[in-house]
């Protein structure tokens, strides 16, 4: 089958990732409109379903081996100190326990995820790695934590990106507490010229939290050796990164490591990145000649899991007398904790509106406290509830309607680089959830609505990337059965990918979805595939599955027309079987086929095919929300929320609308209560439970009403699919917020918009 080697990128979380990568070069005929399809874009079940909900399926949490032992981590008690010693005389002692590594024994192991050591003997936030101990049960093993003795040198900390900024700032590393020793900063047209073309310059600022992802399913590895051969299972977004860094960390062969994730808990960015804590069970499994497992708690979790990093940013526009934005900038300041990382937030201005003149100025600043890692839509959550507000702030100011106000400064290209879109259907989204919500028939005039609770609408917009790309890779196993076993790069986080590929399989060879096994998740299996994040695993992992199953089709008829001794061009396919044309009495089947040819099995691997070159490729969509806002207790409900949507094919309804509900309910949390609480006193984290660290329950819910306004977008790929799990949280908050400012005229600008700051806005 024709392949080549070709380069191209594509936008993977915050940034561009170029690839060179062998793809398929096949064209297949456009899919057209999912009517016109069988299996693709029907509300399919899931194939794991059963396992799910009859609790059969084994997470890496749920893994159970012979003899295993569990590990434990033992954290920093102090946001900023040196180890002068530690005394695990005691811990030893205690019955059980095997094995305990500090950074006297381990620090010299070399950890290829990032720069940090595996353990250091300066811990620069709370939770900081001191040591970890295995022991033959995990009550053993965290009783055992409690008898190491520490010795801490306690160090002046710094808590917030303000503070950390100054001069005379304790400085977390020697270089200094900005990442990359400057702010990342980014400008088009001239920013002067267009302030001075405005009519109104208006400026604003705006806040965001710090909130922790909260997977149901904790953080967590089980390793085990066979001699040299390293298995790990692992709570994982991406397994052969995870082989990546483990076998460089341990200096093993790629094919000596195993990772293996069959299911998992969630991971929203947090599993994105290798835990130190697998490396550490792989080394406590090798000392101690059993399986290790390893589990991160729940206030660890809190602490060094990861975070979406707060944002202080100042926004400023000019505006023309009709709304035409003349000149936009961003300056942004974000805490990303005690190792570098990224807390940008400039997506959404960059790409949503038409604006010649803009500049935007990102500070990254880090404090003592757990590193930021990617989370969910990372950047563009915080900067399109900024963002969105400031729009509906532009819009009064020109006393325009603010989806009129949108759709005027509309952008046909990316506003970037001017290149064309393969699709963007932006305006039929806001067509569409503007008829949905009611927009222009029950929408009031700002702050009109009377009694106390009173109701407003408001909506924000998102933009994504989610193209995906190669290397992505599928292999098929036609049986001699005529059944299918599918194995895909990657692997299943949640999100349905066992079923959608098994969708795409079964509707080009038309063989029904329980005849098939889908493999995912396993390196020692399945072919190379990306990591899950980024919105990609759909938009990469479905085309390849596409072209693995259209070649097996052509290999189907070839084998067929050898068999029956007649020209392809006289054969069809149909139902797994291949007809003569003008005899339809004349057939042959899989099995008839497989046992004439003396075959068992037919294999192909198909590849991701290459972007297209010149076209920009986003994901768009609107959420519209409606909110009730009790003046007197100042607590907000959200009511209902409409999101619209181009995010190309529709794989699978059912899983395509699950994953804007999680996407939308942890939008409302970021949107009114949750908050990682850092206190300046202490340099501890005050809510590591999830008792005070709220994130929504069922009561929260509103109504919620999805639509996809997209078919194929067929200039991307072969099946014309786009990501969606993160557009899914995007534009919550920023919907929110308008509708809260819609009900009570007194705009929130701070999140959580939890009841004192809405009081506060009321009476303050
Ligand atoms: Mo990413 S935040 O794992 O899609």
Not at 310 to 322: F, P
């Amino acid at each position: 089958m024709p392949r080549k080697i070709v380069k191209t990128k594509y936008f993977f979380e915050e940034d561009y990732r170029e690839t060179i990568a062998e793809v398929s070069t096949d064209k297949y005929k456009d899919w057209g409109n999912n009517d016109t399809l069988n299996v693709v874009g029907k509300a399919v079940s899931r194939i794991d379903g059963y396992d799910k909900v009859s609790g059969t399926a084994i997470y890496t949490f749920d893994v159970d081996l012979p003899g295993m032992t569990h590990a434990r981590i033992l954290g920093s008690a102090y946001p900023n100190a040196k180890i002068k010693k530690i005394n695990t005389k005691k811990a030893k002692q205690l019955d059980g326990v095997l094995e305990i590594l500090t950074f006297e024994n381990a620090a010299k192991i070399p950890w290829f995820n990032n720069s940090t050591m595996l353990f250091d003997s300066h811990v620069r936030y709370e939770g900081d790695e001191v040591a970890a101990i295995v022991a033959e049960s995990d009550s053993i093993a965290e009783e055992a934590l409690k008898l190491i003795e520490v010795e801490y040198e306690q160090l002046s900390f710094v808590t917030s990106s303000q503070d950390a900024l100054k001069v005379n700032s304790v400085k977390i590393h020697d270089n200094g507490n900005i990442v990359g020793g400057k702010p990342a900063e980014y400008d088009r047209g001239n920013i002067e010229e267009g302030f001075k073309e405005a009519d109104y310059v208006l400026e604003d600022k705006f806040e965001t939290q710090i909130a922790v992802h909260n997977s149901t399913e904790v953080h967590c590895s089980v390793v085990n050796w066979d001699g040299n051969k390293l298995k790990v299972w692992d709570s994982t977004q991406g397994v052969f990164a995870v082989r990546n860094v483990v076998s460089r960390s341990l200096g093993l062969p790629e094919s000596d490591v195993t990772v293996i994730t069959k299911y998992m808990g969630g991971g929203f960015g947090s599993k994105l990145e290798t835990g130190k804590y697998t490396i550490i069970a792989a080394l406590l499994a090798r000392d101690i000649g059993k399986p290790v497992k390893i589990t991160v708690n729940r206030k660890q979790m809190n602490l060094i899991t990861g975070n979406r990093p707060d944002s202080i940013q100042t926004l400023k526009a000019g505006i023309k007398k009709d709304g035409t934005l003349t000149a936009m900038s961003l300056t942004s300041y974000s805490a990303v904790g005690a190792y570098p990382s990224w807390g940008g937030c400039s997506g959404p201005i960059k790409g949503i509106y038409k604006c010649s003149n803009l500049k935007t100025t990102e500070y990254s600043v880090m404090i003592n406290a757990g590193r930021a890692r990617a989370f969910r839509a990372p950047g563009h959550v915080q900067g399109t509830f900024a963002l969105e507000s400031f729009i509906d702030e532009l819009a009064e100011k020109a006393g325009i309607d603010p989806l009129e106000f949108r759709l005027k400064n509309y952008s046909e290209v990316d506003p970037g680089s001017g290149s064309p879109y393969t699709t963007k259907l932006l305006r039929e989204a806001y067509k569409k959830g503007s008829e949905a919500i009611g927009w222009y028939e029950k929408r009031k005039p700002t702050g009109t609505d009377t009694g106390y609770l009173k109701r407003g609408i408001g909506m924000a917009t998102q933009i994504w990337g989610g193209s995906g790309g190669p290397p992505a890779y599928v292999t098929l196993k036609l049986n001699s059965d005529g059944s299918v076993t599918i194995l895909g790069g990657s692997q299943d986080i949640g999100t349905g990918t066992y079923t959608i590929l098994a969708q795409v399989v079964s509707e080009v060879l038309e063989i029904p979805i329980d005849r098939m096994q889908v493999i995912l998740g396993n390196t020692s299996s399945v072919p190379f595939g990306p990591e899950s994040g980024g919105s990609t695993t759909a938009p990469s992992l479905s085309p390849a599955a596409r072209d693995a199953a259209e070649q097996m089709k052509s290999k189907i008829i070839s084998g067929a027309a050898a068999v029956l001794g007649l020209p392809e061009d006289e054969l069809v396919y149909k139902e797994a079987s291949v007809y003569v044309k003008n005899d339809k009495s004349k057939s042959v089947s899989i099995p008839a086929l497989m046992h004439s040819m003396h075959e068992q099995m037919f294999i192909t691997n198909g590849a991701r095919s290459a972007n297209p070159e010149h076209y920009a490729i986003n994901s768009f969509g609107a959420h519209f929300a409606e909110v009730e806002v009790n003046t007197e207790t100042g607590k907000i409900k959200v009511l209902k929320i409409v999101a619209a949507h181009d995010i190309g094919r529709v794989l699978n309804q059912k899983t395509v609308e699950n994953q804007f509900h999680g996407g939308i309910i942890q939008g409302i949390g970021f949107a009114l209560m949750e908050e990682r609480i850092l206190d300046a006193n202490t340099g501890k984290v005050l809510n590591t439970d999830l008792h005070t660290y709220k994130i929504p329950t069922i009561k929260d819910v509103p109504e919620i009403e999805i639509y996809v306004v997209s078919k194929g977008d067929n200039l991307l790929s072969n099946t014309g699919v786009k990501g969606m799990g993160e557009p899914a949280i995007i534009p919550t908050a920023g919907a929110i917020a308008n509708a809260v400012y819609n009900a009570i005229g007194k705009r929130i600008k701070s999140l959580p918009m939890t009841p004192d700051k809405v009081l506060n806005a009321l009476y303050g």
